[in-house]
C-alpha cells in the first residue's frame, strides 16, 4: 500500500526556534516535495527533490531549508521559525518514470509558530 | 508563469444534485491536468487526472475534460453525496516536464453536500 507518512500531525514551536519536519516515503520514489498550504492560496511549492542529496528551490523557498540523506526520507528545515511560517504542510512523492505518474501526499503536519 | 483559477467557494449543495466546479489554467503548450480531493484531516489524493486535449478523465462518478481552446479543466459529477463533502484542488503540470514536477495548484474549492 502506498504511504507517505509525515512524522508530527500538530507542532507548536516559539519564534526563533529550529525546526525539523520529516517526511518518509516506502515506495523507492525518486522525487519528493514540500508544499505549504494556506487558506485562499491553494498548495504552494516549497522545495522537491529528484534524488539524494539533490534538491531544487520551489515557489517560495525563503525561510527554509531541506535535506535528503536517503532516499526515502525528506526532510524540511526551519531555521529560524517565523509566525508568518504558521501554516499546513504537505510532503509528496512520485516515480521516476515519463510525466503523468501519480503524486502520493502525506496526511499533513500543521505548525503554529508562537 | 503558471497558473490555476479555480471558482470561488464554498459550494453548498444538497445530495443528488449535480456538481459543477470550475476551472481554468494559464499555461504554455499542452500541460496536464489533475483534480486532486482532500476529505477532513486527510493529505490530497489524486482524483482524476488528464494529459492531452479533448481527453477526459473519470474516477468516482467525477469526470472531466480537457478544453485547450478554452484552457480549461472543469470538474462535474451527476449526483452528488454526502460523503463527497471535501476540497478539491485543480492543479497542473507543465508541459515537457517530469512527471509531478512543479504541480501548480488553484485555490481549492470547498465542497459541502447536506442530506
Known amino acids: 500500500d502506498v504511504k507517505v507518512t509525515q512524522s508530527s500531525r500538530y507542532l507548536v514551536k516559539r519564534t526563533g526556534e529550529k525546526v525539523f519536519l520529516e517526511c518518509v516515503q516506502d515506495?523507492?520514489?525518486?522525487?519528493m516535495f514540500w508544499y505549504r498550504q494556506d487558506p485562499g492560496l491553494g498548495l504552494r511549492l516549497i522545495y522537491f527533490s529528484y534524488d539524494v542529496k539533490m534538491k531544487e528551490k520551489g515557489d517560495i523557498p525563503e525561510g527554509y531549508s531541506v535535506s535528503r540523506e536517503k532516499k526515502e526520507r525528506f526532510s524540511l528545515i526551519l531555521e529560524s521559525a517565523s509566525t508568518n511560517q504558521t501554516s499546513m504542510y504537505l510532503c509528496?512523492?512520485?516515480?521516476?518514470?515519463?510525466?503523468?505518474?501519480?503524486?502520493?501526499f502525506g496526511e499533513g503536519s500543521w505548525l503554529t509558530v508562537v | 508563469g503558471n497558473s490555476v483559477t479555480q471558482m470561488e467557494g464554498p459550494v453548498t449543495l444538497s445530495e443528488e444534485a449535480f456538481l459543477t466546479i470550475n476551472c481554468t489554467y494559464t499555461a504554455t503548450g499542452y500541460p496536464s491536468l489533475f483534480w486532486y480531493v482532500q476529505y477532513p484531516g486527510e493529505g490530497l489524493q489524486l482524483l482524476l487526472k488528464?494529459?492531452?486535449?479533448?481527453d477526459k478523465g473519470s474516477n468516482k462518478g467525477f469526470e472531466a475534460t480537457y478544453r485547450k481552446e478554452t484552457t480549461s479543466f472543469h470538474l462535474e459529477k451527476g449526483s452528488v453525496q454526502v460523503s463527497d463533502s471535501a476540497v478539491y484542488f485543480c492543479a497542473l503540470t507543465p508541459w515537457g516536464e517530469t512527471s509531478g514536477s512543479r504541480l501548480t495548484f488553484g485555490e481549492g474549492t470547498q465542497l459541502t453536500v447536506n442530506p
Open positions: 488528464a494529459t492531452k486535449a479533448d
Open positions: 509528496a512523492s512520485s516515480g521516476g518514470s515519463p510525466w503523468g505518474n501519480t503524486i502520493y
Open positions: 515506495m523507492d520514489h525518486e522525487n
